[in-house]
């Protein structure tokens, strides 16, 4: 393994933990339990699975992965809030999303050399990026990892306590 | 800037942002509302907080940079769940803390030369780290700040709706 290839493994793993996270925590809970709200009057774990779905599923056009798999999920997961619509897509069909969404994902990400993800992401301009090298595609798989992280620790309030 | 110091240099920012983030929602609320549970049986503000300053202050020997701060946190935050004991370091005494060992922190990351950060961290043995190279340090900074960012998604839930 290359020095390059360490910097960015290492920081794949944290997605990869984050991702294997949420996949238990989905796969605990039944259809019924998905619909609990994390606390009283917020987001319903429902909601969360789809809202993460569609936020990685936009990766894979913003780190040049690919076409993406499923943009029929951001109306209602992204721009809207939760309940603003009725739900129009069934909880089997978002749990299959999020599975496809996170192994395509994954896997173009795996496959990605070292010295791409120094590239400059989708998202920023050319003349953006050259005032500030740290806009890259790294710095979006990073970020994403946390986000990742922070909805995991609301979903695991909705958990039933082992 | 080297190539080497645009990955470390990429995780240390997602680091500084969910601790930005963190800055924010404490400053954003008085001891009583420190005192709030993030959901109905759930840790309350106050505890998360000192559970993070004491996860965060054990870096500084885990990454080999200085002797921890403040180990008197780890009983009533770490060691034992929120409310076993009785609160026994006042709200202002955490704030500080936490204000302290993430400034000292962050500031000696900020100083690690991007070859150190792929060395093994002082929790993992020589012989496990050379079957696993992947142990190093910055594998930590990146699972303690999803750590962080997933304690700042519980957080979130008890800041007063905008």
Request: aromatic residues 6%; negative net charge; without cysteine.
């Amino acid at each position: 393994m290359t020095t390059e290839a360490l910097y960015t493994d290492t920081a794949l793993r944290a997605w990869k933990l984050v991702i294997t996270q949420l996949d238990q925590m989905f796969s605990s809970m039944n259809d019924e339990e998905l619909r609990r709200e994390v606390a009283p009057g917020r987001n319903r774990v429902f909601y969360l699975m789809g809202h993460l779905t569609a936020v990685h599923d936009r990766l894979l056009p913003m780190l040049s992965l690919g076409e993406r798999l499923h943009p029929e999920l951001d109306d209602d997961f992204l721009t809207n809030a939760d309940r603003v619509t009725a739900d129009r897509v069934a909880p089997e069909a978002v749990r299959l999303a999020w599975s496809e969404v996170n192994a395509r994902l994954t896997a173009a990400m795996a496959a990605l050399p070292p010295e791409e993800w120094l590239k400059k992401h989708g998202a920023v301009s050319d003349e953006d990026f050259a005032k500030d090298p740290l806009r890259n595609r790294l710095a979006v798989l990073q970020t994403r990892t946390t986000h990742a992280g922070f909805h995991a620790g609301q979903i695991r309030l909705a958990v039933t306590k082992g």
